[in-house]
């Protein structure tokens, strides 16, 4: 058996952010896990044809560590050059298992520590756990009729098979989210064919990307001045938490109507517009950035099936629509997302008194600072319920947590303690508090069903208020909600 003071389950941007502040606090008995053969999580993962980020790469970066981007909007080979950078300057590979799947991670009470069980029959031992595995990791097929009757090629956005050729193909690509709005554009001009089923329409804005100069790159390697850099963009995307949750109005005069002059003026078919124009209030769903969206949406060798001309069956050599339409397809694209709310850990976890979070979570997950749960001692759930952003970089809600997690380990060890939990009646407050809140966005009160609810019907990606509002939160150890032992 091995053992460790802390594993770190998952090696993207959230496992990679716990080692750095591990390291930086002095403590280097820690250890990742890693399922796949290789490290760096969602932006090595994901693949798939004009991959790229929609926060600027300014922001989304981890603050220890400045990079001279190319430009504003980095896409997934720069970002992958950036995890890189990080893995070797924290030297974290020779931290990290790779191949390792977690199966199993259960809380040993006579010793006050977890035992976490791997596919591979390996059992490893830790006073801590930062779990780290990430919400958009593991992907979502639904299981259309006929489904595992087709005889083509298929496969999903997160695992793109780059030894198949889509050019000169009939393509159709299901889903019409941020992974699709970026792949239809990449491929269309190479299909024979592109049918997007379009189940929900989003709304679109422009993409104000820019390329840096090399003058400009030379500045973007001065700590300093890039620091300054990442607080204007922050600034600047913050404030749209004004129109998410406090001003419908103001949401829709300064975003909604730019996204409907976006239609208007790259689109002119009339029944496109109105297949494209979603009937909800902008940001209820996820805001697709792109200025090459419609533009291949209206391509002659491009069908848009919308909601009324969905899938009604797939067969063994393509898709029946809806409309009675037999479709021939050589590829299908499953860009159908991702479990992100009730599937935040993927893997059982078994805590004091046998409690498992499977039962805790029945209803709905819920964490308080969506990191930490009564009865689940030293475990800590980077990116859990309730951390998700819809304005601003998600890396800076990762790096706050750090400060919660860190504070927490070290009153443990300050104290010559075993354990750490979080007292059920504060997660309950917590978590009453998240909710009401939540009644005041626009996530749950603009009109549409999003993969940022829960079964339950209840927003678990997204925290109700400003980004800065949790850093606070995080930042101050509340002690009184604890329980050290």
Not at 147 to 174: C, E, L, M, P, Q
Request: hydrophobic share 35%; charged share 20%.
């Amino acid at each position: 058996m091995k053992q460790y003071n802390i594993l770190i389950i998952g090696s993207g941007f959230g496992g990679q952010s716990a080692a750095i502040n591990l390291i930086q606090q002095g403590q280097h008995d820690f250890f990742i896990l890693e399922r796949r053969h290789f490290m760096g999580g969602t932006w090595c993962q994901n693949t798939y044809p004009g991959a790229a980020v929609d926060v600027p790469s300014p922001l989304y970066s981890i603050s220890h560590e400045p990079y001279d981007w190319s430009q504003m909007y980095a896409n997934q080979q720069e970002l992958g050059h950036y995890t890189e950078h990080v893995l070797l300057t924290y030297q974290l590979r020779e931290k990290t298992a790779l191949n390792c799947n977690v199966k199993k991670v259960e809380w040993q009470e006579d010793i006050a520590r977890w035992h976490i069980y791997t596919d591979a029959g390996e059992v490893y031992q830790s006073q801590f756990i930062i779990n780290a595995s990430g919400p958009l990791s593991t992907p979502v097929i639904p299981n259309f009729k006929g489904r595992d009757t087709f005889k083509g090629k298929s496969f999903h956005t997160n695992d793109w098979d780059h030894s198949y050729s889509y050019k000169g193909k009939k393509v159709a690509i299901i889903g019409s989210g941020a992974s699709a709005a970026q792949i239809i554009p990449a491929i269309a001009p190479d299909c024979a064919e592109l049918h997007v089923f379009q189940r929900t329409p989003h709304w679109v804005l422009p993409r104000h990307d820019k390329i840096f100069k090399p003058w400009q790159r030379v500045l973007l390697r001065n700590k300093l001045l890039y620091k300054l850099l990442r607080w204007v963009i922050y600034w600047g995307l913050e404030a749209r938490i004004i129109g998410f949750k406090y001003s419908q109005a103001g949401l829709k005069r300064l975003a909604q109507t730019p996204a409907e002059a976006h239609i208007k003026r790259q689109i002119t078919d009339p029944i496109l517009r109105e297949k494209v124009t979603p009937d909800y209030t902008i940001g209820c769903k996820r805001i697709i950035l792109s200025n090459t969206l419609y533009p291949a949406y209206c391509r002659d060798n491009v069908v848009v099936h919308n909601k009324d001309d969905g899938i009604e069956a797939i067969t063994a050599t393509g898709i029946n629509t809806t409309q009675g339409d037999s479709l021939d397809v050589d590829l299908i694209i499953y860009s159908t997302g991702y479990d992100a709310t009730d599937g935040v850990i993927s893997y059982p976890v078994v805590g004091r008194g046998k409690k498992t979070l499977a039962d805790v979570w029945q209803d709905y997950p819920r964490a308080y600072l969506g990191t930490s749960l009564p009865d689940f001692p030293n475990l800590f759930i980077v990116t859990g319920p309730n951390t998700g952003i819809g304005h601003t970089s998600a890396l800076f809600i990762i790096e706050a947590q750090m400060n919660y997690i860190k504070g927490a380990i070290k009153r443990v060890h300050a104290a010559g303690a075993q354990s750490i939990e979080v007292r059920p009646e504060a997660e309950e407050r917590y978590t009453q508090h998240i909710h009401q809140e939540m009644t005041k966005t626009v996530w749950y009160k603009g009109g549409c069903n999003s993969w940022y609810k829960s079964k339950s019907g209840k927003v678990i990606a997204m925290f109700p208020g400003f980004s800065f509002s949790y850093w606070l939160l995080a930042k101050r150890f509340k002690s009184a909600d604890h329980v050290i032992k």
